[in-house]
């Protein structure tokens, strides 16, 4: 893997594609203006699409020119094919494993349009953290250059082992390896020691700024940024509407600020800045140019109701 300090470049077994490894889940995103009132009603505009924090960055870095994106995810039989529809018509190749035994999860997004479009989540993982070591494949990563895996997965037993021989086999093939936390809430049951040594080996880490906060101890969010940078060879720590930093060795390199936009809803915008940087670095990219094409894509994502790109056409 890269050493520390080093540009973590696109290189592996000689391949183009991006593994996307994660959550396939259905949102149900309730858009409503100031407090719910409790005991009562409160009006909402409530819309169902597909969702996921792995299948959303698959998608946006499909959408931003990767040229062939795979995503494994795992779904209950009742929206199998939905999701495997909605991911095809985004450029995504699906590697979808079904469960029969549990429905694909959903997460209820309570999204406050008078609070910056800000969202509280209400999460079932169903099937998608039953994912484990017996879906994986050295031969997923036939013509693979890029991995990069949920942070949704290291919260549950069965796919916290998936994630160790997925980043095994990428070692040994050369196939570099990111990582998004993804959620503050479930990491800090988890812990940030125990977080981070289940990640020892990964090229990338795209932590929002609350997620670098619990996994470092530090409210600043460059001297977080900095400090992670000592544990993973590249962080670009993502601010929300103040841009990301990128960090090495101990040190923010660089500030990107956020492109202007009109929230209408944020779920979603972390997956598409890591779509976005993903698929820049793909093409050839620095990471701090990624980095830049990451806050382009989040600017973009928070102006649409969801977490997906448009579909072509």
Wanted: hydrophobic fraction near 45%; proline fraction near 5%.
């Amino acid at each position: 893997m890269t050493a520390a300090g080093g540009s973590p470049g696109t290189g592996g077994a000689g391949g183009r594609a991006l593994l996307v490894v994660g959550d396939v889940v259905t949102d149900v995103v309730a858009r409503h203006r100031g407090p719910l009132t409790a005991g009562t009603d409160t009006a909402a505009s409530i819309r169902t699409v597909p969702g996921g924090a792995g299948a959303n960055v698959a998608c946006w870095a499909a959408h931003e020119g990767a040229a062939d994106v795979r995503l494994l995810g795992r779904v209950g039989t009742e929206a199998a094919v939905w999701h495997e529809r909605e991911l095809t018509a985004q450029g995504v190749r699906p590697l979808l494993v079904v469960d029969a035994q549990a429905p694909t999860g959903t997460v209820i997004c309570l999204v406050d349009e008078s609070a910056a479009a800000e969202r509280t989540f209400l999460t079932d993982s169903g099937a998608s953290l039953r994912l484990g070591p017996d879906d994986w494949s050295e031969s997923l990563l036939d013509g693979v250059a890029w991995l990069h895996l949920s942070g949704y997965l290291l919260f549950s037993e069965s796919s916290r082992a998936l994630v160790a021989v997925a980043l095994e086999t990428a070692r040994a093939r050369g196939v570099r390896a990111s990582l998004d936390p993804a959620s503050a809430g479930f990491l800090r049951t988890l812990g940030a020691e125990r977080f981070l040594a289940l990640v020892d080996g990964v090229d990338v880490l795209l932590p929002s700024r609350d997620e670098a906060w619990l996994l470092t101890g530090l409210p600043d969010a460059a001297e977080a940024a900095a400090e992670l940078s000592l544990r993973v060879p590249l962080v670009v720590a993502k601010q929300g509407c103040e841009g990301a930093l990128v960090a090495r060795a101990g040190k923010v390199c660089a500030r990107v600020p956020a492109a202007p936009a009109a929230p209408r809803d944020t779920t979603g915008a972390g997956d598409a800045f890591t779509g976005a940087f993903l698929a820049a670095l793909l093409s050839g990219a620095e990471p701090e140019d990624a980095a830049v094409a990451g806050c382009r894509a989040g600017a973009r994502a928070v102006e649409r109701v969801g977490g997906r790109p448009p579909s072509p056409g």
